[in-house]
């Protein structure tokens, strides 16, 4: 082998060196933007799951609410057709007493700004609690495609060393870009594109 030819060996070696750190560190910056959007991913799914156990939580205590408010409605309503059967001045005082306070406790059980607790209350923060898991959910949404979008990009970044073919490095650079723009419709507009 001459010398020319060695020369002319060395720079090609030299040249695919610095291409190779060039895909080397697009392939550390993608890891790093999938470790971000999987950090995101997680805590927008476990965000949702919360929210969810919230909302469901609060519909089951809306139920207990309206079935008692139910019963103590009833109850009253039973009071008054025995006030309109009797002659007795002190059961009809008594019944009379106990159907307000039945009618009282009813309406506490309807409203109940104090506590919170009344059903038009807890209706009121279930429906906010599953809004905050659609938010989330849709946050999931988003950060898992652009995760796969890092995860396509590593392993096409990672062909471009082994084949030299440099279309796979430019392929993985467009979905690093791809993946950078779901990253931030997740993180600020999670509901511009409907992906349920």
Not at 18 to 33: C, P
Not at 157 to 180: N, P
């Amino acid at each position: 082998m001459s010398a020319h030819e060695s020369m002319e060996h060395a720079e090609h070696a030299e040249h695919a060196s610095g291409s190779n750190k060039k895909i080397a560190l697009l392939i550390a910056v993608l890891a790093l933007f999938l470790a971000i959007s999987e950090t995101l991913g997680k805590g927008a799914q476990t965000e949702s799951i919360s929210k969810n156990v919230e909302a469901a939580n609060l519909w089951a205590f809306f139920q207990a609410k309206s079935i008692r408010r139910t019963v103590v409605q009833t109850a009253a309503e039973q009071g008054k057709l025995t006030l309109a059967g009797t002659g007795d001045d002190a059961l009809k005082a008594s019944v009379q007493k106990q159907v307000e306070d039945w009618t009282k406790t009813a309406q506490r059980y309807r409203s109940e700004p104090e506590t919170g607790e009344g059903t038009e209350q807890l209706a009121e923060k279930a429906k906010h609690a599953e809004h905050e898991r659609d938010e989330a959910t849709a946050k999931y949404h988003h950060f898992e495609l652009a995760s796969a979008a890092f995860q396509i990009g590593i392993v096409l970044a990672s062909a471009t060393i082994i084949t030299g073919m440099f279309a796979l490095a430019y392929v993985s650079g467009v979905l690093t870009l791809a993946g950078l723009i779901m990253t931030a419709l997740g993180l600020w507009w999670p509901h511009l594109l409907h992906l349920h």
